[in-house]
């Protein structure tokens, strides 16, 4: 990760230097200022049309509870990249979450 935060330090606009380091934050921490960060790496992201840049951009979004916005970028990125398990997995966790967050919602409203 060094390498990564190194290379962005020298050049903050390389896309695939902030992927790549948003993506290891997501795999391999679990703690909220790794999830901030990897989103904040990904906002750029978000924009493009490349399927690894937007299953990063919407993972991370999952990470901090953003389902909605994780949603719309995921589906993108299985759009663009159908083949890719990982994407699918991503946007099933994704549905699910989104799901679970509406139903409960929904059951608040209907309770009161």
Same mark, same amino acid.
């Given at each position: 990760?060094?390498?990564y935060e190194a290379l962005l330090a020298a050049e903050p606009g390389n896309l695939i230097a902030a992927n790549n380091l948003a993506s290891l934050l997501l795999k391999t $921490?679990?703690?909220e200022a790794s999830a901030r960060r990897a989103l904040a790496l990904?906002?750029?992201? %978000?924009a493009r049309a490349?399927?690894?840049f937007l299953d990063t951009a919407g993972w991370s $979004?999952?990470?901090?509870g953003d389902y909605a916005g994780a949603l719309e970028l995921l589906e993108?990125? %299985?759009g663009a990249a159908p083949e890719s398990g990982e994407i699918a997995c991503h946007l099933a966790y994704a549905r699910y979450r989104a799901c679970l967050l509406y139903t409960s919602d929904a059951g608040a409203r209907h309770e009161s």
């Open positions: 990760m060094l390498e $921490r679990i703690d990904s906002q750029p992201l %978000a490349e399927a690894p $979004r999952v990470a901090n993108r990125a %299985a």
